[in-house]
């Protein structure tokens, strides 16, 4: 059983920077494919950004531009967050996909407020 542990949330202002990181109970790089999801009350959870295992990225079309996925070469994985909205607001979860299983972490709340 895989373990992702989520951290690095909090609250931050609006235009602010901020960076998430996911522990995981293996090297990244063993992950055929790991990515960031966010989730609202009420609403789906959704498709933030990913990354595989050459290292191709990809992004939802309102965090292009703002945040950015990478990976360490231990058992992180990061979401730096840049020019935060209020509309980036949401419990953000880790997930990765080992042996065609999905694992995801408890999540971490991110709360962009003035």
């Known amino acids: 059983q895989e373990q992702l542990v989520e951290s690095g949330g909090g609250l931050v202002q609006p235009g602010e920077t901020l960076r998430l990181s996911c522990t995981a109970s293996?090297?990244?790089?063993?992950?055929?494919?790991m990515a960031w999801y966010r989730q609202t009350p009420g609403k789906e959870r959704e498709f933030v950004a990913g990354?595989?295992?050459?290292?191709?990225t990809k992004y939802a079309d309102s965090v292009k531009g703002r945040f950015t996925i990478s990976r360490d070469l231990a058992n992180r994985l990061y979401l730096q967050m840049t020019s935060v909205r209020p509309e980036d607001t949401a419990v953000y979860y880790c997930?990765?996909?080992?042996?065609?299983?999905?694992?995801w972490g408890q999540g971490t709340q991110v709360t962009v407020s003035s």
């Open positions: 293996r090297r990244v790089f063993d992950f055929t494919a």
């Open positions: 997930k990765g996909v080992y042996w065609s299983h999905d694992y």
């Open positions: 990354i595989v295992g050459g290292g191709q």
